[in-house]
Antibody, heavy 115, light 108 residues
């Protein structure tokens, strides 16, 4: 069974940094397109970043220059390094698999940016 | 950036009845459109991709239609487990992939 398990969320002050992880089972992050999608409390879905199997990365304008998506082949894990966090980054962050639409979703990890 | 607009924001339908949810793109996305279902406290689930292809394990009562800028998700006979929030998403022109704001399907 495919599983995506996020971790690393929590409470963080504005300006702080956080690194999210997504442990993947039943397929390799090395040959799948992987994204992060977030959902602010009570709001809709917002795509954040994608890492293509070939290594290209893309970001939403709202996080460009502050967030970095990466992967660890040996541990089959996807990461999202988040810097200079803002209150508007508060959301549940989902790790998702799919080339353009999203087949598999993790359960999400909550990031709360507050002073 | 392609903007996705869903209507209505909330749809009240009785169990057993038919529900039709709409999604409009600000420019043509051809058939590069997906639909997701999200229940409270859960991650979204892929229902439809390619505007009309059901994802694995999705019941036949869910159907997608449309192309270009106008799309619809139809649930032919609502079951209790279908009451949820539904999102459309375009993947024709990216980044960014963009979602609609969602339609809440509630029990009438």
């Amino acid at each position: 069974e495919v599983q995506l398990v996020e971790s690393g969320g929590g409470l963080i002050q504005p300006g702080g940094s956080l690194r999210l992880s997504c442990a993947v089972s039943e397929f390799s992050v090395s040959n799948h397109y992987m994204s992060w999608v977030r959902q602010a409390p009570g709001k809709g879905l917002e795509w954040v970043s994608v890492l293509f199997s070939g290594g290209n990365t893309y970001y939403a304008d709202s996080v460009e220059g502050r967030f970095d998506i990466s992967r660890d082949f040996s541990n089959n894990t996807l990461f999202l390094q988040m810097e200079s966090l803002r209150a508007e980054d508060t959301a549940v962050y989902y790790c998702v698999e799919g080339p353009y639409y999203f087949n598999y979703w993790g359960q999400g990890t909550l990031v709360t940016v507050t002073s | 950036e392609i903007a996705m607009t869903q209507s209505p924001a909330t749809l009240s339908v009785s169990p057993g009845e038919r529900a039709t949810l709409s999604c409009r793109a600000s420019q043509s996305v051809n058939n590069n459109l997906a639909w997701y279902q999200q229940k409270p406290g859960q991650a979204p689930r892929l229902l439809i991709y390619g505007a009309s292809t059901r994802a694995t394990g999705i019941p036949a009562r869910f159907s997608g239609s449309g192309s270009g800028t106008e799309f619809a998700l139809t649930i032919s006979s609502l079951q209790s487990e279908d009451f949820a929030v539904y999102y459309c998403q375009q993947y024709a022109k990216w980044p960014p992939y963009t979602f609609g704001q969602g339609t809440k399907l509630e029990i009438k």
